[in-house]
């Protein structure tokens, strides 16, 4: 009995945080249009010398995301030099091009320091694409997309949604990242959280 508790117990962990994630992937983006887009993939805290796991997921992510055969795609990898002497961005681009052999073009922006600034720094970088994806864990990803909201409602827009949710990928962690999720995203308003009409299963 109490194996079955426990069982149930941690399904329905394993099930509110797939759900949660799930949601937050599919909140502020529209409808995907146009043929230009900029995938935009947020660093994250990296002292060590080389890009650390969470970094390489997200450039994996951030990889994925371009559409097609990524001619009309700019990856701009942002993050500054947080506790390390090399910017996220820099091991970050250095990981997709060595280590994923990614061919595209690629930008970086090294200064930014927390998420309001990554938004801050890319937006000259995003003002003649048709398309925008925010590339992170799905919480981090939906507050960069309402802080570009906030600064540029026009860009914002252009926010489609990016390969940054699978089910079933990171599964045993996804509790955990929508505990930290809710606490993070206390700063948005209802409407931001809202999950899109037209977004799909999946």
């Known amino acids: 009995m109490r194996r079955r508790t426990a069982a149930a117990v941690v399904g329905a962990a394993l099930a ?47 990889i994925r995301s371009v559409s097609g055969d990524g001619r009309d795609t700019r990856v701009i990898f942002s993050g500054g030099p947080v506790g390390s002497r090399s910017s996220e961005a820099e091991l970050m681009a250095a990981y997709a091009k060595s280590v994923l052999d990614f061919e595209g073009t690629v930008l970086l922006e090294e200064r930014s320091t927390t998420t309001w600034e990554n938004i801050t720094n890319v937006i000259p970088l995003l003002e003649d694409v048709d398309r925008i994806k925010i590339v992170s864990q799905p919480a981090h990803a939906l507050k960069a997309r309402a802080y570009l909201r906030r600064q540029r409602p026009d860009l ?33 308003d209802a409407e931001e959280r809202r999950v899109s009409p037209w977004t799909t299963v999946g």
Do not use: I
């Not at 249009?33 to 997921?57: D, H, I, Q």
């Not at 489609?160 to 948005?188: H, I, N, S």
């Open 156 to 188: 914002a827009q252009r926010l489609v949604r990016a390969d940054d949710y699978r089910p079933g990928e990171w599964m045993l962690r996804k509790p955990l990242l929508a505990l930290y999720g809710l606490r993070t995203l206390r700063v948005l």
């Open 16 to 62: 509110w945080g797939e759900w949660l994630n799930w949601r937050w992937s599919r909140a502020l983006v529209g409808r995907d249009r146009g043929a230009s887009e900029a995938v935009v993939v947020l660093g994250y805290r990296n002292p060590e010398p080389s890009v650390n796991f969470v970094n390489r997921w997200r450039v994996r992510a951030g």
